[in-house]
């Protein structure tokens, strides 16, 4: 059974859509954990449209589990991760106009950026995982300049309307994750997953750990975040 690991982003969304100070993301991690999410992730955007930089800081006191921090490969988000140093790292891209992360990091085509960002936070002992297109060359470049783990961008399996799209979705994951075991890199996978779609990625063996977020936090507005949790735990196994 995969690890889910919690991602409570759109806890603060929700909060930063009055500016003031509920829900709060450090609650439903709490919560979370009590309904047995294996991990926390948040995403600090450069932006700051929804964690802040004092949840982030609470949250690495308060997560007795493992907190994933996601950051784009900037300098001020390597400055934060070596300060806070939480328990791993993903690298995801960032762009400013789009609702959530589309599409994965281009190691490829950003190889010297990457490869430097991984090299500072593996100089501080941190995890990197690096959140990437389900693609051969991304794998391989990613084993290359010493990340640690790839998460699969599960997006595009998520999107997939008809059985023959799903199918063509679900191998290419598939393929990934032999050619990331060939490169000994560990496995997440995530984006999009929710409790519809979830059960053929949670049955892909090698994959350690989902990264769920929208999904959890969406049902968790009607059931509440220990039931939503509790759900997508057993969908996991
Ligand atoms: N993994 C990564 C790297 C992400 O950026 C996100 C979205 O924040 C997720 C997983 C979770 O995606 P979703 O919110 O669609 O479950």
């Avoid at 450069?46 to 949840?55: A, L, P």
């Avoid at 941190?126 to 991304?138: K, T």
């Avoid at 794998?139 to 799209?165: F, L, P």
């Amino acid at each position: 059974m995969p690890k889910l690991n919690v991602n409570i982003d759109h806890v603060a969304t929700v909060r930063q859509a009055r500016g003031t100070n509920e829900p709060d993301p450090v609650f439903a991690a709490y919560l979370a954990e009590l309904a047995g999410a294996h991990g926390i992730v948040v995403h600090l955007r450069e932006d700051r449209r929804h964690v802040q930089d004092r949840d982030l800081y609470v949250l690495r006191e308060t997560v007795k589990t493992k907190l994933n921090m996601e950051m784009a490969a900037t300098n001020e988000m390597v400055r934060i991760a070596t300060d806070v140093l939480p328990d791993m790292i993903t690298l995801v891209p960032e762009k400013r106009e789009e609702l959530t992360t589309e599409g994965g990091l281009d190691v490829v085509g950003n190889l010297k950026t990457v490869s430097k960002v991984v090299d500072k936070l593996k100089a501080k002992g941190l995890f990197v995982s690096l959140f990437i297109d389900p693609d051969e060359q991304q794998i391989k470049k990613s084993e290359e300049i010493g990340a640690d783990m790839v998460e699969i961008h599960t997006g595009s399996y998520a999107e997939a309307r008809n059985e023959r799209k799903i199918e063509k979705e679900l191998k290419k994951i598939e393929n990934s994750v032999g050619i990331a075991l060939d490169c000994k890199l560990r496995l997440a996978a995530g984006h999009g997953l929710d409790y519809m779609n979830v059960e053929p990625i949670a049955w892909i063996e090698e994959i350690e750990e989902l990264n769920i977020g929208h999904s959890i936090i969406s049902r968790s507005v009607i059931v509440g975040i220990e039931e939503a949790v509790s759900e997508m735990l057993v969908l996991c196994s």
